[in-house]
């Protein structure tokens, strides 16, 4: 079980957690934006094909399975995922776990993927540098760096994807996905009275 005093932020209720999810998604396209046309980057191919939408189904699969895993033989983990999914998913109801996939899996992929990994030569280091800025930005207090790390592993296998196939998509796909199913089996379980990551 989480324990609410091990974040050092207050928890939110559903509309300021929405609202928060929204402003966020606004001002991560906005950088990655201004960073395209300040810096002359071509954006990542987004090309939605049926190969690419099995491919970044398999990669959420496989990071839904990881994380599992990782949940259940990593107590620091599964104290500060439990911790941070009860901040940030415990207020919304269940339609609202759309929006949870779709804003973080769109305004955070064009970001991380789709501009930072060309302007930093959409090359391995690349993929590093961003998967490490990408796993700190899901910090949410100092107990959440487990979280941190896992979200960092999570950005690589991401922008790995984009790196070998070229293709926004691949990511985007994964991430919707991985965002979607983990957060209502966390939210499942709660509600029966489980952990479930």
Same mark, same amino acid.
């Given at each position: 079980?989480?324990?609410?005093? $091990? $974040?050092?932020?207050?928890?939110?209720?559903?509309?300021?957690?929405? #609202?928060?999810?929204?402003?966020?998604?606004?001002?991560?396209?906005?950088?990655?934006?201004?960073?395209?046309?300040?810096?002359? #980057?071509?954006?990542?191919?987004?090309?939605?094909?049926?190969?690419? =939408?099995?491919?970044?189904?398999?990669? $959420?699969?496989?990071?839904? @399975?990881?994380?599992?895993?990782?949940?259940?033989?990593?107590?620091?983990?599964?104290?500060?995922?439990?911790?941070?999914?009860?901040? #940030?998913?415990?207020?919304? @109801?269940?339609?609202? %776990?759309?929006?949870?996939?779709?804003?973080?899996?769109? $305004?955070?992929?064009?970001? =991380?993927?789709?501009?930072?990994?060309?302007?930093?030569? =959409?090359?391995? %280091?690349?993929?590093?540098?961003?998967?490490?800025?990408?796993?700190?930005?899901?910090?949410?207090?100092?107990?959440?760096?487990?979280?941190?790390?896992?979200?960092?592993?999570?950005? =690589?296998?991401?922008?790995?994807?984009?790196?070998?196939?070229?293709?926004?998509?691949?990511?985007?796909?994964?991430?919707?996905?991985?965002?979607?199913?983990?957060?209502?089996?966390?939210?499942?379980?709660?509600?029966?009275?489980? #952990?479930?990551?």
């Amino acid at each position: 079980m989480s324990n609410q005093n $091990s $974040s050092d932020i207050e928890p939110l209720t559903r509309t300021q957690i929405l #609202v928060v999810m929204g402003v966020t998604a606004i001002i991560l396209l906005i950088i990655a934006k201004v960073w395209q046309r300040l810096g002359s #980057v071509a954006l990542l191919e987004v090309e939605l094909t049926s190969q690419a =939408f099995l491919f970044g189904m398999g990669l $959420s699969g496989g990071i839904i @399975v990881a994380s599992s895993l990782i949940y259940r033989l990593w107590p620091a983990y599964r104290q500060s995922a439990d911790s941070y999914l009860e901040l #940030v998913i415990k207020p919304l @109801v269940w339609p609202d %776990l759309i929006w949870l996939g779709l804003l973080p899996g769109l $305004s955070e992929e064009l970001l =991380f993927r789709g501009v930072m990994l060309p302007a930093l030569g =959409f090359d391995l %280091l690349a993929v590093i540098v961003s998967s490490m800025v990408f796993g700190v930005l899901h910090l949410s207090g100092v107990q959440q760096w487990p979280y941190v790390v896992w979200a960092t592993v999570v950005g =690589f296998a991401l922008g790995y994807s984009a790196l070998v196939t070229g293709n926004l998509a691949i990511p985007i796909v994964a991430h919707i996905i991985t965002n979607w199913v983990s957060s209502s089996l966390w939210k499942l379980g709660k509600s029966q009275g489980d #952990v479930v990551s």
